[in-house]
């Protein structure tokens, strides 16, 4: 019952949040005290160095199953989304992508080791240092940023990627079609929203909010050059 009141209480703040731009900023600042995290300062670690060893700083708390080390059991270093969305685009190899908010860097994995050039941005501080961990324990050669994606959305130059993934992300945004619109314009001519039920990791299930989505890039993007829809 209190989780049920919780989940209500958030969606009212946000539906608030959107239409008056004093509480949108007392929300968006609430955000990001939440995503910051006090026990990282002046901890020493009494373990022996291995490459297992950095995952003990968030003990317990891991939601992806990193392949090769004790963690959360999601399998999202395995997502049948990521090998569905490939196969819709063909390949990730030689592609240059942009993902925001990459959690735990499940995704990114995929589809560096797909071939494709990744850069990720996350600006929850306890997922970046996850994703870093993961980097090293993994060996990759993404590159993860740290900080709010919107205004490095807003200063990119056109063209700058291929594609942009941005999967549990959408439904946070305050203004939704301003995030698509800028990644419409980063992305090298090709948009592809993908809207995934959460309800489900198993399969790709599309759902009323993506033909209302279909819907608004239309529209939105009536003059942009030969947009495409995925999902």
Same mark, same amino acid.
């Given at each position: 019952m209190r989780s049920i009141w919780k989940e209500s209480a958030i969606?009212?703040?946000l539906k608030t949040?959107?239409?008056?731009?004093?509480? $949108? $900023?007392?929300?968006?600042?609430g955000d990001q005290l939440w995503g910051r995290s006090p026990q990282f300062r002046d901890v020493y670690c009494r373990e022996a160095p291995s490459p297992a060893t950095p995952f003990?700083? +968030?003990r317990n708390s891991w939601s992806s199953a990193v392949p090769g080390f004790e963690t959360g059991s999601a399998s999202l270093f395995d997502d049948v989304r990521i090998k569905w969305l490939e196969a819709q685009l063909g390949s990730f190899s030689g592609q240059r992508v942009l993902e925001l908010g990459p959690l735990e860097g499940g995704h990114t994995c995929m589809m560096e080791r797909a071939g494709a050039s990744v850069v990720a941005i996350e600006a929850n501080q306890r997922a970046f240092l996850k994703c870093l961990i993961v980097k090293d324990a993994l060996h990759l050669k993404s590159e993860f940023l740290y900080g709010d994606f919107r205004p490095y959305? *807003?200063?990119a130059q056109p063209g700058r990627f291929d594609f942009i993934l941005a999967i549990g992300v959408l439904y946070h945004m305050? *203004?939704?079609?301003?995030l698509?619109?800028?990644?419409? $314009?980063?992305t090298n001519f090709n948009?592809?929203?993908?809207? +995934?039920?959460r309800r489900s990791m198993e399969t790709p299930q599309k759902y009323t909010d993506s033909i209302i989505c279909r819907l608004l890039l239309r529209q939105h993007f009536a003059g942009a050059a030969h947009p495409r829809v995925v999902g």
């Open positions: 969606k009212s703040a949040a959107a239409i008056l731009p004093g509480i $949108r $900023r007392v929300v968006q600042l003990n700083i +968030f959305l *807003e200063a305050l *203004e939704p079609l301003k698509l619109h800028d990644i419409a $314009r980063v948009l592809t929203p993908s809207l +995934f039920s």
